[in-house]
C-alpha cells in the first residue's frame, strides 16, 4: 500500500467526525445569519437608508435552511434520486457493478475511500451554494444566481455519487 493510499484510507476514517463537526457549524453559522437578518430587519424598521427588507429576508431564510442543513440534504436526495438516505461508499459497487468490476481488494478499499471523500465535498458544496445564493439577493448580482445554483445541484450529486455512477453505469 503506497502512501497515498494509505493516507486516503486514514482520512476516510475521519470523514464521520468532520462531517458532526460540519453539521455543528452549519449550526452555528445559520444562527448567526439569522440574528443578522433579524437585527437588518429592525434597521429597516428604524429607516436606515441601506437596509432592505429583502436582503433581510433573504439572510434569514439561508440561515434557517442552513440551520437545518441535515434537513436540506434529505430533501435534495428526495428530490433528485427518490429517496432521502444517502447511499454509503461502498454501495458504489452494488450500483455500479460494470463500471468497477475488475477493481477489487486494495484498490476497492481506496475507491471507497474516495468516494467517501467526495461526498463530505459535496456537503461543502452545497453549504457554499446557498451562501452564493445568499451573496446573490445582497448583491443583486445576476453572476452569483448560477453559481449558487451549479454548487447546491453538484453538491447533491456529489452526496450521492454511488447512485450517479450507477446512472452512468446503466447509460453507457
Request: net charge negative; with cysteine.
Given at each position: 500500500?503506497s502512501?497515498?493510499?494509505?493516507?486516503?484510507?486514514?482520512l476516510s476514517?475521519?470523514?464521520?467526525?468532520?462531517e458532526?463537526?460540519?453539521?455543528?457549524?452549519?449550526?452555528?453559522c445559520?444562527?448567526?445569519?439569522?440574528?443578522?437578518?433579524?437585527?437588518?430587519?429592525?434597521?429597516?424598521?428604524?429607516?436606515?437608508?441601506?437596509?432592505?427588507?429583502r436582503?433581510?429576508?433573504?439572510?434569514?431564510?439561508?440561515?434557517?435552511?442552513?440551520?437545518?442543513?441535515?434537513?436540506l440534504?434529505?430533501?435534495?436526495?428526495?428530490?433528485?434520486?427518490?429517496?432521502?438516505?444517502?447511499?454509503?461508499?461502498?454501495?458504489?459497487f452494488s450500483?455500479?457493478?460494470?463500471?468497477?468490476?475488475?477493481v477489487?481488494?486494495?484498490?476497492?478499499?481506496?475507491v471507497?475511500?474516495i468516494?467517501l471523500?467526495?461526498?463530505?465535498f459535496?456537503?461543502?458544496?452545497?453549504?457554499?451554494?446557498?451562501?452564493?445564493?445568499n451573496?446573490?439577493v445582497?448583491?443583486?448580482?445576476?453572476?452569483r444566481?448560477?453559481?449558487?445554483?451549479?454548487?447546491i445541484?453538484?453538491?447533491?450529486v456529489?452526496i450521492n455519487l454511488?447512485?450517479?455512477?450507477?446512472?452512468?453505469?446503466?447509460?453507457?
Open positions: 500500500m502512501d497515498l493510499d494509505r493516507a486516503l484510507v486514514n476514517g475521519y470523514v464521520g467526525l468532520f458532526a463537526l460540519f453539521y455543528a457549524i452549519c449550526f452555528v445559520g444562527a448567526a445569519m439569522v440574528l443578522i437578518g433579524l437585527f437588518r430587519m429592525t434597521q429597516r424598521a428604524n429607516m436606515a437608508a441601506n437596509a432592505t427588507w436582503g433581510a429576508v433573504a439572510t434569514i431564510l439561508a440561515g434557517s435552511t442552513i440551520v437545518a442543513f441535515p434537513a440534504v434529505g430533501v435534495l436526495n428526495s428530490t433528485l434520486w427518490g429517496a432521502p438516505e444517502v447511499a454509503t461508499s461502498d454501495q458504489i450500483y455500479a457493478p460494470t463500471l468497477l468490476d475488475p477489487d481488494g486494495h484498490a476497492a478499499r481506496v471507497e475511500a468516494v471523500l467526495v461526498q463530505f459535496g456537503l461543502i458544496a452545497v453549504f457554499r451554494g446557498i451562501l452564493l445564493l451573496e446573490h445582497q448583491a443583486g448580482t445576476p453572476s444566481l448560477g453559481a449558487g445554483l451549479t454548487f445541484i453538484a453538491g447533491a456529489a454511488p447512485r450517479f455512477a450507477g446512472l452512468l453505469d446503466e447509460l453507457v
